[in-house]
């Protein structure tokens, strides 16, 4: 293979089987022969993740090591890791295999062919029936109210052109959600479908707070349909405010019966009264994100770099 391959891995207390994962890279790049640059980000782990990186550049010299000064998240630490990527086609795995490398090959054969992206559709997960049947649910939801194709079961797991990577760094969004980015910015892309593996060891990063995080971006930075929803509710709610008020004159001029039922009136009253905080929590996601992109902050603080 000619072109130059980048491979960005975002790190995260991943010191102990880290080893394992540069033997997995490092064995398909002899096989491959690849030119290869590795970009391990340190997403500001807890253990001594950036100092194993540092260990390993000693032995695979095609280390890059970029440490960030905390955690910033997931999302955050792939951009940033695209921003050091310096080769024709660019692939993005996670630390724990669960993505092995042994795929790539598959997936730059595409490119070869004349696609831009080639992105993982997972088949299985070796994970919980919780979580599995979370992101099944997640990923429809998704792809029903977004304002963009959005292919369902697909993650960040992917290969990409180097002009694909160009466009999707000129998005300067505080809250990225990148396989969102990597939809919208078009070009020929496909689908490989593939069995994901089970966690190599340790426990996942993503906690079920990042995990919200991550699905409350891609809602609300792919779709306006939460606000159109208010609508609807607002025009039902009058509907039937209306309604009932009919319902009461009508009994009060035709029979001279007024309507009692304090239940029925508290009830409204807490119906109502939780929908409109519903309504101004959904209002105050967008506003809080236009806030967070007026304030023009950095999206991540670099703390060291290595053989950038």
């Given at each position: 293979?000619?072109?130059?391959?980048?491979?960005?891995?975002?790190?995260?207390?991943?010191?102990?089987?880290?080893?394992?994962?540069?033997?997995?890279?490092?064995?398909?790049?002899?096989?491959?022969?690849?030119d290869?640059?590795?970009?391990?980000?340190?997403?500001?782990?807890?253990?001594?993740?950036y100092g194993?990186?540092?260990?390993?550049?000693?032995?695979f010299?095609?280390?890059?090591?970029?440490?960030?000064?905390?955690?910033?998240?997931?999302?955050?630490?792939?951009?940033?890791?695209?921003?050091?990527?310096?080769?024709?086609?660019?692939?993005i795995?996670?630390?724990?295999?669960?993505?092995?490398?042994?795929?790539?090959?598959?997936?730059?054969?595409?490119?070869?062919?004349?696609?831009?992206?080639?992105?993982?559709?997972?088949?299985?997960?070796?994970?919980?029936?919780?979580?599995?049947?979370?992101?099944?649910?997640?990923?429809?939801?998704?792809?029903?109210?977004?304002?963009?194709?959005?292919?369902?079961d697909?993650?960040?797991?992917?290969?990409?052109?180097?002009?694909?990577?160009d466009?999707?760094?000129?998005f300067?969004?505080?809250n990225?959600?990148?396989?969102?980015?990597?939809?919208?910015?078009?070009?020929?892309?496909?689908?490989?479908?593939?069995?994901?593996?089970?966690?190599?060891?340790?426990?996942?990063?993503?906690?079920?707070?990042?995990?919200?995080?991550?699905?409350?971006?891609?809602?609300?930075?792919?779709?306006?349909?939460?606000?159109?929803?208010?609508?609807?509710?607002?025009?039902?709610?009058?509907?039937?405010?209306?309604?009932?008020?009919?319902?009461v004159?009508?009994?009060?001029?035709?029979?001279?019966?007024?309507?009692?039922?304090?239940?029925?009136?508290?009830?409204?009253?807490?119906?109502?009264?939780?929908?409109?905080?519903?309504?101004?929590?959904?209002?105050?996601?967008?506003?809080?994100?236009?806030?967070?992109?007026?304030?023009?902050?950095?999206?991540?603080?670099?703390?060291?770099?290595?053989?950038?």
């Amino acid at each position: 293979m000619t072109n130059k391959i980048s491979i960005v891995v975002p790190i995260y207390n991943s010191a102990a089987f880290m080893p394992k994962l540069l033997d997995a890279i490092d064995q398909q790049r002899e096989i491959s022969d690849w030119d290869l640059e590795l970009i391990l980000v340190d997403d500001g782990s807890k253990d001594d993740s950036y100092g194993k990186i540092e260990e390993l550049s000693r032995t695979f010299s095609y280390i890059k090591g970029v440490k960030l000064s905390k955690n910033f998240g997931h999302q955050i630490a792939v951009k940033t890791g695209l921003s050091y990527c310096t080769g024709d086609y660019i692939a993005i795995i996670d630390d724990d295999l669960q993505d092995p490398p042994s795929l790539l090959p598959e997936f730059f054969g595409y490119l070869d062919k004349g696609y831009d992206v080639a992105y993982g559709v997972r088949k299985k997960r070796k994970e919980s029936l919780i979580k599995r049947l979370s992101y099944n649910i997640f990923y429809r939801i998704l792809k029903s109210m977004s304002d963009i194709y959005i292919p369902l079961d697909s993650g960040d797991f992917c290969v990409m052109s180097r002009r694909v990577v160009d466009n999707m760094l000129k998005f300067k969004e505080k809250n990225p959600f990148l396989r969102g980015i990597r939809a919208w910015v078009g070009f020929k892309q496909i689908g490989v479908v593939y069995e994901r593996h089970a966690r190599l060891e340790g426990e996942s990063g993503y906690t079920l707070k990042k995990l919200l995080k991550i699905a409350m971006d891609g809602i609300f930075s792919f779709s306006t349909m939460p606000i159109r929803v208010i609508t609807m509710l607002g025009y039902i709610g009058l509907l039937i405010a209306i309604s009932y008020s009919l319902i009461v004159l009508v009994n009060k001029l035709a029979n001279g019966v007024s309507v009692e039922g304090f239940t029925a009136i508290v009830l409204l009253i807490s119906f109502f009264g939780s929908l409109t905080l519903i309504c101004l929590g959904i209002i105050g996601e967008y506003v809080v994100r236009i806030y967070d992109e007026t304030r023009d902050r950095p999206i991540v603080i670099v703390d060291k770099e290595l053989n950038t």
